[in-house]
Protein backbone atom coordinates (compact mmCIF):
# COMPACT_ATOMS: atom_id res chain seq x y z
CA UNK A 1 0.00 0.00 0.00
CA UNK A 2 0.88 3.63 -0.68
CA UNK A 3 2.42 5.24 2.22
CA UNK A 4 0.43 8.27 2.31
CA UNK A 5 -2.60 6.16 2.19
CA UNK A 6 -1.48 3.90 4.42
CA UNK A 7 -1.07 7.09 6.89
CA UNK A 8 -4.80 8.10 5.94
CA UNK A 9 -5.62 4.82 6.56
CA UNK A 10 -4.18 4.72 10.37
CA UNK A 11 -5.46 8.27 11.00
CA UNK A 12 -8.93 7.68 10.03
CA UNK A 13 -9.58 4.84 12.81
CA UNK A 14 -7.80 7.20 14.91
CA UNK A 15 -9.70 9.05 18.19
CA UNK A 16 -8.17 12.48 17.05
CA UNK A 17 -8.51 13.99 20.57
CA UNK A 18 -5.12 14.86 19.98
CA UNK A 19 -3.85 14.08 23.60
CA UNK A 20 -0.44 13.47 23.04
CA UNK A 21 -0.44 11.33 25.55
CA UNK A 22 1.31 8.58 22.58
CA UNK A 23 4.37 10.81 22.72
CA UNK A 24 3.45 12.43 19.41
CA UNK A 25 2.12 16.20 18.82
CA UNK A 26 -0.89 14.59 17.25
CA UNK A 27 -2.73 12.19 15.95
CA UNK A 28 -1.65 12.46 12.45
CA UNK A 29 2.04 12.45 13.64
CA UNK A 30 1.23 9.62 15.25
CA UNK A 31 -0.22 7.87 12.36
CA UNK A 32 2.90 8.84 10.37
CA UNK A 33 5.24 7.06 13.03
CA UNK A 34 3.24 3.77 12.98
CA UNK A 35 3.08 4.02 9.08
CA UNK A 36 7.29 4.21 9.27
CA UNK A 37 7.82 1.58 11.50
CA UNK A 38 8.72 4.06 14.38
CA UNK A 39 5.76 3.69 17.14
CA UNK A 40 4.12 0.13 18.10
CA UNK A 41 0.13 0.41 17.50
CA UNK A 42 -0.46 -0.01 21.18
CA UNK A 43 0.46 3.76 22.56
CA UNK A 44 -2.94 5.69 22.17
CA UNK A 45 -5.14 5.00 25.95
CA UNK A 46 -8.09 6.86 24.32
CA UNK A 47 -7.82 4.29 22.06
CA UNK A 48 -7.81 1.48 24.28
CA UNK A 49 -7.92 -2.32 23.34
CA UNK A 50 -10.25 -1.88 20.94
CA UNK A 51 -8.56 0.43 19.07
CA UNK A 52 -4.96 -1.30 18.97
CA UNK A 53 -7.22 -4.34 17.49
CA UNK A 54 -8.66 -1.95 14.66
CA UNK A 55 -4.92 -1.19 13.89
CA UNK A 56 -3.94 -4.81 13.85
CA UNK A 57 -6.43 -5.74 11.32
CA UNK A 58 -5.51 -3.35 9.23
CA UNK A 59 -1.89 -3.47 9.25
CA UNK A 60 -1.98 -7.01 9.12
CA UNK A 61 0.16 -7.78 12.52
CA UNK A 62 -0.67 -9.41 16.16
CA UNK A 63 -2.57 -7.73 18.57
CA UNK A 64 -0.57 -6.71 21.60
CA UNK A 65 -1.89 -4.88 25.02
CA UNK A 66 -1.90 -1.10 25.55
CA UNK A 67 1.41 0.26 26.68
CA UNK A 68 0.17 1.58 29.96
CA UNK A 69 3.59 4.06 30.11
CA UNK A 70 1.14 6.00 28.01
CA UNK A 71 -1.49 6.52 29.98
CA UNK A 72 -5.44 4.12 30.64
CA UNK A 73 -8.43 4.56 29.05
CA UNK A 74 -10.43 7.25 30.96
CA UNK A 75 -14.10 7.74 31.00
CA UNK A 76 -15.05 10.47 28.49
CA UNK A 77 -15.68 14.43 30.00
CA UNK A 78 -15.14 17.59 28.83
CA UNK A 79 -13.20 20.55 30.04
CA UNK A 80 -15.05 22.65 32.49
CA UNK A 81 -13.36 26.38 33.20
CA UNK A 82 -14.69 27.96 36.50
CA UNK A 83 -15.39 31.47 35.17
CA UNK A 84 -15.23 33.06 38.57
CA UNK A 85 -11.73 32.03 38.95
CA UNK A 86 -10.76 32.64 34.88
CA UNK A 87 -8.36 35.11 34.99
CA UNK A 88 -8.16 35.41 31.49
CA UNK A 89 -4.54 34.91 30.99
CA UNK A 90 -5.58 32.59 27.35
CA UNK A 91 -2.94 30.08 28.08
CA UNK A 92 -5.47 27.51 28.44
CA UNK A 93 -7.16 28.73 24.86
CA UNK A 94 -3.32 28.61 23.53
CA UNK A 95 -3.02 25.01 24.67
CA UNK A 96 -6.03 23.76 23.32
CA UNK A 97 -5.71 21.55 20.30
CA UNK A 98 -9.18 21.98 18.41
CA UNK A 99 -9.85 25.74 19.37
CA UNK A 100 -12.88 24.74 21.68
CA UNK A 101 -11.77 27.46 24.42
CA UNK A 102 -13.05 31.04 23.37
CA UNK A 103 -12.59 34.53 25.37
CA UNK A 104 -10.64 37.45 25.09
CA UNK A 105 -7.44 38.28 27.32
CA UNK A 106 -8.47 39.47 30.62
CA UNK A 107 -11.59 38.26 30.02
CA UNK A 108 -13.39 34.75 30.85
CA UNK A 109 -12.80 31.76 29.16
CA UNK A 110 -15.74 29.20 28.44
CA UNK A 111 -15.42 25.66 26.87
CA UNK A 112 -17.23 24.91 23.65
CA UNK A 113 -18.23 21.17 25.15
CA UNK A 114 -19.44 20.33 21.78
CA UNK A 115 -16.00 20.67 20.28
CA UNK A 116 -14.26 19.59 23.18
CA UNK A 117 -11.82 16.52 22.74
CA UNK A 118 -10.96 15.44 26.54
CA UNK A 119 -7.19 15.88 25.53
CA UNK A 120 -6.70 17.68 29.13
CA UNK A 121 -3.82 20.00 27.54
CA UNK A 122 -5.43 22.98 29.04
CA UNK A 123 -4.98 21.83 32.63
CA UNK A 124 -1.71 22.32 33.36
CA UNK A 125 -1.13 25.83 31.91
CA UNK A 126 -3.62 26.95 33.72
CA UNK A 127 -1.97 29.60 37.13
CA UNK A 128 -5.18 29.14 39.18
CA UNK A 129 -6.40 25.49 38.45
CA UNK A 130 -9.35 26.60 37.17
CA UNK A 131 -10.26 23.68 35.08
CA UNK A 132 -11.34 20.34 35.68
CA UNK A 133 -13.05 17.45 33.64
CA UNK A 134 -16.86 16.83 34.11
CA UNK A 135 -18.97 14.01 31.90
CA UNK A 136 -20.41 15.06 28.77
CA UNK A 137 -23.91 16.52 29.35
CA UNK A 138 -25.38 13.96 26.67
CA UNK A 139 -28.53 13.39 28.37
CA UNK A 140 -29.24 17.03 28.54
CA UNK A 141 -29.44 17.07 24.88
CA UNK A 142 -31.42 14.21 24.63
CA UNK A 143 -28.18 12.12 23.33
CA UNK A 144 -28.24 9.81 25.30
CA UNK A 145 -25.46 7.15 26.02
CA UNK A 146 -22.32 8.77 23.67
CA UNK A 147 -20.16 5.64 22.35
CA UNK A 148 -15.89 5.77 23.40
CA UNK A 149 -13.82 8.43 21.49
CA UNK A 150 -12.09 5.92 19.52
CA UNK A 151 -13.75 5.79 15.95
CA UNK A 152 -12.30 4.62 12.60
CA UNK A 153 -13.72 2.42 9.66
CA UNK A 154 -13.86 -0.59 11.93
CA UNK A 155 -16.01 0.46 14.31
CA UNK A 156 -19.93 0.68 13.82
CA UNK A 157 -20.55 3.92 15.53
CA UNK A 158 -21.47 6.49 12.82
CA UNK A 159 -21.94 9.39 15.13
CA UNK A 160 -18.62 8.58 16.78
CA UNK A 161 -17.23 8.65 13.07
CA UNK A 162 -18.64 11.70 12.61
CA UNK A 163 -17.02 13.15 16.08
CA UNK A 164 -13.72 12.19 15.15
CA UNK A 165 -13.75 13.73 11.60
CA UNK A 166 -14.92 17.44 13.15
CA UNK A 167 -11.93 16.94 15.73
CA UNK A 168 -9.56 16.75 12.84
CA UNK A 169 -11.07 19.02 10.68
CA UNK A 170 -10.94 21.62 13.58
CA UNK A 171 -7.20 20.38 14.34
CA UNK A 172 -6.14 20.92 11.19
CA UNK A 173 -7.71 24.23 10.37
CA UNK A 174 -6.12 25.59 13.99
CA UNK A 175 -2.56 24.65 12.22
CA UNK A 176 -3.57 26.38 9.09
CA UNK A 177 -4.83 29.40 11.12
CA UNK A 178 -0.96 29.18 13.52
CA UNK A 179 0.79 28.96 10.43
CA UNK A 180 -0.77 31.65 8.95
CA UNK A 181 -0.56 34.18 11.93
CA UNK A 182 3.51 32.92 12.09
CA UNK A 183 4.14 34.27 8.58
CA UNK A 184 2.16 37.57 9.20
CA UNK A 185 4.21 38.31 12.35
CA UNK A 186 7.19 37.22 10.00
CA UNK A 187 6.24 39.74 7.20
CA UNK A 188 5.95 42.59 9.74
CA UNK A 189 8.74 41.96 11.83
CA UNK A 190 10.40 42.10 7.77
CA UNK A 191 8.52 45.46 6.97
CA UNK A 192 9.62 46.69 10.55
CA UNK A 193 13.10 45.54 10.01
CA UNK A 194 13.37 47.63 6.25
CA UNK A 195 12.05 50.59 7.48
CA UNK A 196 14.72 50.37 10.74
CA UNK A 197 17.62 49.81 7.87
CA UNK A 198 16.04 52.75 6.02
CA UNK A 199 16.29 55.10 8.75
CA UNK A 200 19.49 53.70 9.43
CA UNK A 201 20.88 54.45 6.35
CA UNK A 202 19.41 57.60 5.92
CA UNK A 203 20.97 58.47 9.82
CA UNK A 204 24.01 57.11 8.98
CA UNK A 205 23.72 59.34 5.28
CA UNK A 206 23.07 62.81 7.48
CA UNK A 207 25.86 61.92 10.00
CA UNK A 208 28.29 61.77 7.12
CA UNK A 209 27.41 64.85 5.53
CA UNK A 210 27.22 66.80 8.98
CA UNK A 211 30.90 65.61 9.62
CA UNK A 212 31.97 66.54 6.23
CA UNK A 213 30.48 69.53 6.66
CA UNK A 214 31.92 70.00 10.53
CA UNK A 215 36.07 69.05 8.96
CA UNK A 216 35.03 71.65 6.43
CA UNK A 217 34.19 74.23 8.86
CA UNK A 218 37.42 73.42 10.78
CA UNK A 219 39.34 73.58 7.86
CA UNK A 220 38.19 76.74 6.73
CA UNK A 221 38.85 78.18 10.13
CA UNK A 222 42.41 76.41 10.14
CA UNK A 223 42.79 78.49 7.02
CA UNK A 224 41.87 81.78 8.05
CA UNK A 225 43.43 81.57 11.49
CA UNK A 226 46.62 80.86 9.53
CA UNK A 227 46.33 83.49 7.19
CA UNK A 228 45.30 86.31 9.40
CA UNK A 229 48.70 85.41 11.77
CA UNK A 230 50.83 86.07 8.94
CA UNK A 231 49.34 88.88 7.95
CA UNK A 232 49.72 90.38 11.91
CA UNK A 233 53.62 89.06 11.65
CA UNK A 234 54.54 90.69 7.78
CA UNK A 235 57.22 93.39 7.87
CA UNK A 236 56.49 97.10 7.91
CA UNK A 237 57.80 98.90 4.61
CA UNK A 238 61.04 100.64 5.54
CA UNK A 239 60.20 104.46 5.36
CA UNK A 240 63.78 105.77 5.11
CA UNK A 241 63.81 104.91 1.24
CA UNK A 242 60.86 107.49 -0.68
Keep these: ?4 LLVAEIDAILPQTQCRRCGFSGCLPYAKAIAEGHAEINQCPPGGEEGILALARLLG ?7 TAHGVPKTEAVALIDEQLCIGCTLCSQACPVDAIVGAAKQMHTVIAANCTGCELCIEPCPVDC ?3 IPPRHEAAGLGDKPPAWTGSH ?17 QFRLQRLEREKQDREKRL ?9 V ?14 AALERARAAQAKVSKKNNDTSPLPD ?4
Excluded: F, W
Design 1 to 4: MNED
Design 61 to 67: VSRVPLN
Design 131 to 133: ISM
Design 155 to 171: VAHEDEKTAADRARERY
Design 190 to 198: ARKAGTMTN
Design 200 to 213: SSSAAANLKKVTIQ
Design 239 to 242: ASHP
